[in-house]
């Protein structure tokens, strides 16, 4: 069983930054194509980034031009750096296999962007 762990989240003011991390039990991460999901209160979890084995990325139209999903195999970690951010990126933010299949949730991290 794949165990995620993510972290990296606080709280920011509008316009600044932060840096996801999110790191997984046994070398699993390299082989797979992974993302950042986050669930606002009241709305359902959303695609925010996604990255393939080889480094290819796509975004969501919300986040695009201000998220950069990266991986580093060797460290078996996937990040996300936030800048810009908007009171609208508040959520807990999750990572896991991008499609169809995912592994089981992890806790998330909570990112608050106050106005």
């Known amino acids: 069983q794949v165990k995620l762990v993510e972290s990296g989240g606080g709280l920011v003011q509008a316009g600044g930054s932060l840096r996801l991390s999110c790191a997984a039990s046994?070398?699993?991460?390299?082989?797979?194509?992974m993302a950042w999901y986050r669930r606002a209160p009241g709305k359902q979890r959303e695609l925010v980034a996604g990255?393939?084995?080889?480094?290819?990325?796509n975004y969501a139209d919300s986040v695009n031009g201000r998220f950069t999903i990266s991986r580093d195999n060797a460290k078996n970690t996937v990040y996300l750096q936030m800048n810009s951010l908007k009171p609208e990126d508040t959520a807990v933010y999750y990572c896991?296999?991008?499609?169809?299949?995912?592994?089981?949730w992890g806790q998330g991290t909570q990112v608050t962007v106050s106005s």
């Open positions: 896991n296999k991008q499609g169809p299949n995912v592994w089981s």
């Open positions: 990255i393939t084995t080889r480094g290819s990325t």
């Open positions: 046994g070398n699993i991460l390299s082989f797979n194509a």
